[in-house]
């Protein structure tokens, strides 16, 4: 139990659906990231979240839609995802970001379908 | 790209220390070497992160080179359930990539 929750844990969905994948974190940080994580490739930074200001995008398709209302929740809204989106999805946090030497938490992630 | 260089798999005997090699040559002055690992399917955990100096914690023992260029991460006493890749990325809190890791294999 890292104290970062992600939910749902699995999620299976069409191409024309629109879902959202939630991530709450317990620790008082205040950095959150959303990372995803392909068969067999290694974790790919998406989004960076700093006191809800978006600081990285990394060059995330616009059918993946990030939200960050407060410190402790992070959304990411999809819609008409295509079937090689379907990934691990992971969110994590941090003290900030930035901070030297601040190491990220992560949840258990979201494994994503799309059919 | 990752910045760092390791062996993609290792078999280690199950009580005894395993030691996970890492490169990482072009480290800047500024950034931290970081170990984290992941069991299959599950979120990436964090094991230990330094500077310069060698660090230790319940987890596992680092050691960084004088010169920067390169560490290793000791598992003391190996159980089954330390199977998993084990990730060394250097970067500063944020600025972290992940490669491809180690894949280590905890045999009974």
């Known amino acids: 139990e890292t104290g970062v929750t992600q939910t749902p844990r699995h999620l299976v969905m069409g191409m024309t659906n629109k879902k959202s994948l939630k991530c709450e974190q317990h620790?008082?940080?205040?950095?959150m990231y959303w990372y995803k994580q392909s068969a067999k490739k290694p974790l790919e930074l998406m989004f960076v979240y700093n006191f809800k200001e978006q600081t990285e995008n990394n060059s995330v398709p616009s059918r993946f839609s990030p939200e960050c209302p407060n410190s402790s929740h992070l959304f990411l809204h999809l819609h008409t995802l295509q079937p090689e989106d379907s990934a691990l999805y992971l969110c994590a946090s941090s003290r900030s970001s930035g901070g030297r030497g601040d190491t990220q938490y992560f949840g258990p992630g979201t494994r994503l379908t799309v059919l | 790209d990752a910045k760092t260089t390791q062996p993609p798999s290792m078999d280690c005997a199950e009580g005894r220390a395993a030691n996970l090699p890492c490169n990482h040559s072009t480290i800047s002055g500024n950034e931290y070497v970081y170990w984290y690992r992941q069991i299959h399917s599950q979120g990436p955990q964090y094991i230990i992160h330094g500077l310069k100096n060698n660090e230790t914690n319940e987890m596992a023992s680092l050691i960084i080179t004088e010169d920067r260029k390169s560490s290793t991460l000791i598992l003391p006493h190996a159980t089954l359930r330390d199977t998993a890749v084990y990730y060394c990325i250097v970067g500063q809190g944020d600025k972290i990539i992940f490669g491809k890791g180690t894949r280590l294999h905890i045999l009974p």
């Open positions: 620790l008082g940080h205040n950095a």
